[in-house]
């Protein structure tokens, strides 16, 4: 059958099948009160005319669309890859759709108002409920089920999945100074949103908790981005009494950091220990393998969705914030600073 260039529509699939345009309907609305070898016949007939139903319009005569939006700010992170790894396991699972809108290069003072068109333009027949990843804007003008993975508030007004960010940056800082670091760095993370501030926080309790006194200088403003700390990691450890260790906000910053020490001569860990946060599968791949804070990523992507189909449903949510535990995953980055094993040995 040859297709037309003409816009196909559901009564020229009826008519090449034979059948009523109802019965069509009811074959691509996944009705069983139709034979097997009709559905076929029309399965096929859909596919060599290149005939695709719009969303929209069967959003409006269903009232579902059986449609998930996912917004992210950039697909092609790591960050944003695993959160869809979990998402798409989930939307599998549960026999939904994704559709997928990304921030990518948006000026940072318009990523809220920009969220929120997003957001806007899902919510107009186009999904059933949204999933909204790391958010800079905090509400949306949406009359859909919101599920938000790392809200950029302590007290979200959607359903949440968040991270203990914090006691994740306080367990990587315990550990380095457990193993004798004094002159610990921080690269942060993208201070607009509140995991960074967080992680920050972590990291000077840490720091009190032994009696560090903060130094600023040791602090580095990044973004989250590889690119941004190598120019942090340089700017830290061309200081004349450089740091022993430098614990970034994430993965990809700790990949940065790993750079500009191969650029100065520093080994990993003997010169400079390094820890990350996130626990991207990357993370093990790198030489040496980093020691990161795990915040179980994936999990979150799969849970979010999990919410969001039972808030489409009308379903109950056992509980609205869902909180995932970070754990230390001790890895090959991180050792005794170099003065302590000189007096070990």
Known sequence: MKRNSKKITIRDVARAAGVSVSTVSRV?????????????????IVHELGYASS?????????R?????????????????HIMLGVNRAISRLEKNLIIYTSGNWPKENIAQNE?????????????????????????ATHAPVVIIDPNTDTPDYPAVIATNR?????????LIGLGHRRIAHITGRLNLISSHQRLQGY??????????????????GDYNTDTAICCARKLLSLSDRPTAIFAANDMSAVGVYQVAREMGLRIPEDLSVVGFD??????????????????IEEMGFVATEMIVKLVDEEPLPENLRVFQTQLIVRESCTLPTEKIARVS
């Open 204 to 221: 000077k309790d840490g720091l009190a908790a032994a009696g560090i006194p903060y130094n600023e200088d040791l602090v580095a403003i």
């Open 167 to 175: 006691e994740g940056s306080l367990a990587a800082m315990s550990y």
């Open 279 to 296: 626990n991207l599968r990357e993370s093990a791949l790198m030489v040496p393998a980093l020691t990161t804070v795990d915040q179980f």
């Open 28 to 44: 691509l609305n996944h009705k069983d009160d139709v034979s097997e070898e009709t559905i076929q016949k029309i399965r096929s």
């Open 65 to 81: 669309t059986n449609v998930i939006g996912l917004v992210m700010p950039d697909v092609a992170t790591p960050y944003c890859q």
């Open 55 to 63: 969303l929209a319009a069967r959003g409006m005569r269903s009232r």
């Open 116 to 140: 929120r068109s997003y957001v806007s333009l899902l919510n107009g027949g186009i999904t059933d409920g949204l999933i909204v990843v790391t958010p800079t804007a905090t509400d949306f």
